[in-house]
C-alpha cells in the first residue's frame, strides 16, 4: 500500500517569513495530493490540492509542488500569519480515487510574532 | 447547507462494552471513510465504503467494523472496546467520481477505560 513520509514534525518560523513542509510518497500510482489544516481541537480542513497532471498550484500565499519522477511534493505557505499556526497533514490517494487518503504524520507549524 | 456530522462527540466507555459512533452525511457522497487520530500517527484509514451495502477493510481495521444500508450513514463499531482504541475517530466522505475533496466530520473523542 501507499507510505506517505512527511516532514518536519514541528516548524516554527518567525511571522512574515516563508514556511515549506514536505511529503514524499511510495506509490507511483497514486494521483492526488491534498493539504489538510487542522486547528486545535478542530477537524482537518482541505486547503489546497493538486493532481498527478499538475506539477503546481498556487493560491494567494498558499502553494503546492509535485514532482512525479521523485514521488515528493511540498507546501509552500508565504508571508506566515499567526493564524497560519495549526498542524498541517500531506496526503496521497492512489488508483481510481475512491480509496481513502493515506496522509503523513503532520507538521506543527508554529508562527512565531 | 450539506454536511457531515458525527455523534456522540465524546464518550467514555468500559473494556469489553460495544460501541457505536454514528456519522451522517448530506452531500450524497457515495465515498465514506473512517479515520483515526492519534499524536504521532496522523490519520489512519479503518474502513471505508464506495456505496449501499459496500464495506472494506482500511490499514487498522482490527476491532472495528462497518455497515452501509443507505447513503447517508456509515456507523463504526467497536465490537468490544480496548483500551488501544482510545483516540479521536474522524468520519469522512467524497464523491464516488475521479479525485475529489474529502469533507470531514467534527470528530468523537472516545476513552475506553
Known amino acids: 500500500g501507499e507510505n506517505v513520509e512527511q516532514h518536519p514534525s514541528t516548524l516554527s518560523v518567525q511571522e512574515g517569513d516563508s514556511a515549506v513542509i514536505k511529503c514524499t510518497y511510495s506509490?507511483?500510482?497514486?494521483?492526488?495530493f491534498p493539504w489538510y489544516k487542522q486547528e486545535l481541537g478542530k477537524r482537518p480542513q482541505l486547503i489546497i490540492d493538486?493532481?498527478?497532471?499538475?506539477g503546481e498550484k498556487k493560491d494567494q500565499r498558499i502553494a503546492v509542488t509535485l514532482n512525479k519522477t521523485a514521488k515528493h511534493f511540498s507546501l509552500h505557505i508565504t508571508e506566515t500569519q499567526p493564524e497560519d499556526s495549526a498542524v498541517y497533514f500531506c496526503?496521497?490517494?492512489?488508483?481510481?480515487?475512491?480509496?481513502?487518503?493515506?496522509f503523513g504524520k503532520g507538521t506543527h507549524l508554529i508562527i512565531q510574532p | 447547507d450539506a454536511e457531515i456530522t458525527q455523534s456522540p462527540r465524546h464518550k467514555i466507555t468500559e473494556t469489553g462494552r460495544q460501541v457505536t459512533l454514528a456519522c451522517h452525511q448530506t452531500?450524497?457522497?457515495?465515498?465514506m471513510f473512517w479515520y483515526r487520530q492519534d499524536l504521532g500517527h496522523g490519520l489512519r484509514l479503518i474502513h471505508y465504503?464506495?456505496?449501499?451495502?459496500?464495506?472494506n477493510k482500511g490499514e487498522v481495521s482490527d476491532g472495528y467494523s462497518v455497515s452501509r444500508s443507505n447513503t447517508e450513514d456509515l456507523p463504526l463499531t467497536l465490537e468490544s472496546a480496548a483500551s488501544s482504541q482510545t483516540s479521536v475517530y474522524f468520519c469522512?466522505?467524497?464523491?464516488?467520481?475521479?479525485?475529489?475533496?474529502?469533507?470531514f466530520g467534527q470528530g468523537t473523542r472516545l476513552t475506553v477505560v
Open positions: 469522512a466522505s467524497s464523491e464516488a467520481t475521479g479525485v475529489t475533496e474529502a469533507f
Open positions: 506509490d507511483s500510482a497514486s494521483n492526488y
Open positions: 493538486i493532481r498527478s497532471n499538475v
Open positions: 496526503a496521497a490517494r492512489s488508483g481510481g480515487g475512491a480509496d481513502g487518503l493515506t
Open positions: 452531500w450524497n457522497h457515495n465515498n
Open positions: 465504503s464506495y456505496g449501499v451495502q459496500d464495506t
